[in-house]
């Protein structure tokens, strides 16, 4: 069957299948006719299909003399989105659906033999099955064996060759491109005992009296003895070098259903010789291995492994695949020396080579950022520099130093198909993809990074793979001989029916031992080769196999079976590297995702999972109070025990936050939001409210800079959803890190980054994050964040950030946990704080970032100042209880209050220092906690979930 997938994009097709009944006028008849295709309205259920207008579209293929050789019809459109073209005519009298064309235009080539096709809605949510029509006034149908099939013939054995054509004809058969039989009187059958010696590529030849011809090929197949040896201990599935001797490579090669395997390449003139035929392992006879020998040193080899049943495949672990798709578009640039893809092999071929010098890293023992502490630059390359290669980011490091952050996730750049994509179109998950350069290129920029602090995270799309990934295609349905197909049902990695409501391509079967092993040996090669230092996991709602490709509600609840696998393979990965980043993006329910975020937490690990703020954040930056809270950039709220919720407010998937400032941006008076200078001064803001919260946070490439090109903008400027993985306009290309306004948002960024990276205080779990509490602020739009570490003596241990999202001059509330003096962290500028509830004003989208001073000045008195502390222990607090910590409170007497001013509790506290179990009986909401004592008065607000 026939499926189609535009891009990376997410979506659901509910396939409804049938056989239907169609007329061709006239038949039979020949590729340059006109022809009249007709399907009766009945076939079709326009009702269920729920097309309006009668849009009906024909999805049509077509294939060479031999059937093969399958070609698209240019002017199908994109499966979501047929052509208009190809729509055909709904005639109401006779209630038919019909379409006219010739073949040699309609399909754009000669040589037609056959055509495919089925009938569709415009969008692909409902198709019939695949429908063949012969093409030609003599037609030649192979009755035993079939057209393009593969017949077992032991040696000696003959078998009847029989064919019928619908007109007289005479026959010619060919073994091997020499005739075996010919006949000269004209039949309409044919019937020939063939005696088999050897394999044969079988060809037999139809003339009508009219000098017209038409073949059918065959191929028929010696069954092989295959040798069962048990694999040497150096070799694995995959490419294996000899540890001693540089003239030996062993291949392996897992292939359940498979009779035997022969490996062809440039070793042996890509032809199938017994002398390559694979053994079959004594304790695994499912694994097939070979050991190559009297190798060249340096010298390039190229091969790919044939089956019994004519799969011809690269090596799944192949570290790089040549590809006769992607290759011719890759510059010299990028890959100098890029060795020629071997002519005729069709799909990918794999490559080795003996005796290589390995890479020298400068970098052995590189000492990764804390979890909670990272701060991610999330970057495609393709889109990051003009030129889209390893060595154009490594030009690029000092800029993404400049940033101060410590980590670069880089989009999947594992071998996807084609070489302009997102690369979530993953069709080998072991090989580094050429588009971006060598892997000499590749490690170089690792080990950079590491020189300069920073860890490099790859994106992985261990969901699924495309129908060029040899784990497909060697077990696929593929009717029509073009190497593609659906999954068949003995494939050991793949679902034949999805298993979740987001399946793009093949979906991987996770309960499989074979798909484990794959993911496992993947995450080793990445780890171990690459030196990286952690992957990001796409869409692992996609890791179940509990729901149905219709039951989104399914997919998105919690499912055992996910946590188990996923647990599994996070024990796998700190196996290999223990110290190494686990980052999912779920976006599920936190019941589900505290089951990773708290996993073998007492041990330093745990996964970190997205954590999504997005619309909130946007409101806040384009000044609207609906749905602007991001409180949840809290870990306690999402029940993670350790700061492992990774949050951002854009991310590759998201709308860029500044397309939206410009686009619907408030306006209040002269004060616009679609102003861009006003846009760029409130992502300042949105930095100061993102980076001061604890734990690892991500931006998105460019956000540093105001980026605002839609994440859907086309190549012509227009936007489209269908644009969404388009290549986008380089930011260094339109001189964005040149702009001053630009700059001003990367150095502020920049900045509070530092601030982060400089001081302990932001490394505490101890903070409270108030967004839009009208409580406090019937307007919304007031940022409060209280950042805070008893623990630390001499230094910043208070952090109060304040920020107006509002589009007017606010008198804030700073609720400062102390009187005394404060640091404005941004200018240094010291503020004698005599009041810890005197407003302060903020115009529209500015911030303020305090922390406690630690110097002095000769106009303060010190000994009446910063002695008296009190804090709220995880505020927002739940579950009835909060903890009250106090310092140089003598005689200290503790009052509650509400917002209006009526007294909850109060009590007197028996110590100058510690800590007090205090029993939140009250309504949910916000209330003000006043320590008063003989050093002063304290006061802090606590919020009550």
């Known amino acids: 069957m026939k499926k189609f997938y535009s891009g990376i994009m997410l979506f659901i097709v509910a396939l409804v299948f049938g056989q239907i009944s169609y007329t061709i006028t006239p038949n039979p008849f020949n590729e340059t006719d006109a022809i009249t295709l007709a399907v009766p309205g009945n076939q079709i259920d326009e009702s269920a299909w729920g097309v309006s207008n009668n849009a009906v579209y024909i999805w049509s293929w077509s294939l060479d003399a031999n059937y093969q050789n399958s070609q698209d019809c240019p002017t199908n459109g994109s499966w979501n989105n047929s052509n208009e073209l190809n729509k055909l005519n709904y005639n109401s009298a006779t209630d038919t659906y019909s379409l006219s064309f010739t073949p040699t235009t309609f399909y754009g080539r000669t040589g037609i033999g056959r055509f495919g096709f089925l009938l569709k809605d415009k969008t692909g949510a409902h198709q019939t099955s695949d429908t063949f029509v012969n093409v030609g006034i003599l037609n030649i149908n192979m009755t035993n064996p079939a057209a393009n099939s593969l017949t077992s013939v032991p040696a000696g054995n003959s078998i009847n060759i029989t064919a019928t054509t619908n007109v007289n004809s005479t026959f010619q058969l060919k073994a091997n491109g020499t005739a075996v039989n010919s006949t000269s009187t004209p039949s309409t059958s044919y019937s020939f005992n063939y005696t088999v010696t050897a394999d044969a590529n079988m060809e037999l030849i139809a003339t009508d009296t009219n000098s017209n011809t038409k073949n059918a090929t065959f191929i028929l197949q010696i069954p092989r003895t295959v040798i069962s040896e048990a694999i040497p201990n150096w070799m694995r599935q995959g490419i294996n070098y000899h540890p001693t001797d540089n003239t030996k490579v062993g291949l392996a090669l897992y292939a359940p259903s498979k009779n035997f395997v022969h490996v062809i390449g440039s070793f042996n003139n890509w032809v199938v010789n017994d002398s390559y035929l694979m053994k079959r392992d004594t304790a695994n ?466 900045k509070i980054i530092s601030l982060r990276n400089t001081y302990p205080v932001f490394k505490s779990k101890t903070y409270s994050v108030e967004s839009n509490n009208q409580a406090n602020d019937p307007d919304g739009l007031i940022t409060r964040i209280y950042v805070y570490d008893n623990t630390i003596v001499n230094g910043v241990k208070n952090v109060v950030v304040l920020a107006n999202y509002t589009t007017s001059s606010q008198n804030v509330v700073p609720y400062f946990p102390y009187i005394g003096q404060w640091q404005n962290l941004m200018d240094n500028s010291v503020s004698n704080i005599t009041s810890t509830t005197a407003p302060i004003t903020l115009l529209p989208g500015e911030f303020r970032i305090f922390g406690n001073y630690v110097g002095s000045l000769s106009t303060i008195d010190e000994n009446a100042e910063n002695k008296l502390s009190l804090q709220i222990a995880d505020n927002p607090v739940k579950n009835g209880s909060a903890k009250l910590i106090y310092h140089k409170a003598k005689n200290g007497e503790i009052t509650i209050c509400d917002l209006s001013g009526k007294k909850m509790d109060s009590f007197k506290l028996k110590n100058e220092n510690g800590t007090y179990d205090l029993k939140t009986n009250y309504p949910a909401g916000t209330y003000l906690v006043h320590l008063k004592s003989d050093s002063g008065i304290a006061i802090q607000k606590m919020i009550v979930q």
């Not at 100098?336 to 010098?357: H, Y």
């Not at 701060?375 to 000092?398: A, C, G, H, M, P």
């Open 285 to 750: 006879p499912d694994l097939y291995w070979i050991e190559l020998s009297g190798l060249t040193p340096q010298q390039l080899y190229t091969f790919q492994y044939r089956t019994n049943d004519l799969k011809k495949v690269a090596d799944p672990y192949s570290p790089q695949i040549l590809s006769s798709y992607d290759d011719q578009w890759i510059s010299a640039s990028t890959y100098p020396s890029l060795p020629p893809f071997p002519p005729g092999q069709g799909f990918e071929v794999s490559m080795f080579k003996t005796g290589q010098t390995p890479y020298n890293w400068q970098v052995t023992n590189f000492t990764r950022p804390a979890k909670e502490n990272l701060v991610v630059y999330e970057l495609l390359l393709r889109d990051f520099t003009q030129e889209k290669n390893w060595q154009s980011l490594i030009n690029k490091i000092n800029y993404l130093k400049g940033l101060n952050v410590n980590a670069i996730e880089l989009l999947p750049i594992m071998e996807f198909e084609g070489n302009l994509s997102w690369g979530y179109n993953t069709s080998f998950h072991y090989a580094l993809d050429k588009a971006y350069g060598t892997p000499e290129k590749f490690k170089e920029f690792v080990d950079l990074c590491h020189q300069n602090g920073i860890a490099v995270i790859l994106d992985i799309a261990f969901n699924h793979a495309t129908g060029r990934s040899p784990l497909a295609r060697l077990w696929n349905i593929d009717p029509d001989g073009d190497g593609y197909g659906d999954i068949a049902a003995n494939n050991p990695y793949f679902n034949q029916v999805p298993k979740h409501s987001y399946n793009v391509f093949n979906d991987f079967n996770h309960t499989s031992a074979s798909t484990k092993y794959y993911v496992e040996r993947c995450l080793q090669q990445w780890l171990t080769e690459y030196k990286i230092d952690g992957f990001r996991w796409d869409l692992t709602k996609g890791f179940t196999q509990s729901c149905s490709e219709s039951d989104e509600t399914c997919t998105n609840a919690y499912q055992q079976d996910r946590v188990d696998i996923l647990k599994y393979y996070a024990d796998r990965q700190w196996a290999i590297d223990p110290n190494s980043y686990m980052i999912f993006e779920h976006l599920g329910t936190d019941q589900e995702e505290q089951q990773w975020a708290n996993y073998r937490i007492a041990e330093g690990k745990g996964v970190m999972l997205w954590n999504k703020q997005t619309e909130p954040y946007n409101q806040n930056t384009m000044g609207y109070k609906e749905n602007s809270s991001y409180d949840r950039m809290n870990h306690t709220l999402h029940g993670f025990t350790n700061m492992h919720a990774v949050g951002y407010g854009e991310s590759h998937d998201e709308e860029r936050l500044m397309f939206k400032n410009l686009a619907y941006g408030a306006v209040n008076g002269s004060y616009d939001v679609k102003n861009l200078n006003t846009a760029l001064d409130r992502m300042k803001t949105f930095g100061a409210t993102f980076f001061t919260i604890p734990g690892p946070k991500m931006i998105w490439q460019f956000g540093e800079l105001g980026y605002e090109f839609s994440i859907n903008r086309c190549a012509d400027g227009s936007i489209n959803s269908g644009c969404r993985t388009d290549e986008k306009p380089v930011a260094f290309t339109l001189g964005y890190d040149t702009n001053a306004s630009r700059k001003a948002v990367y150095d502020t960024w920049a």
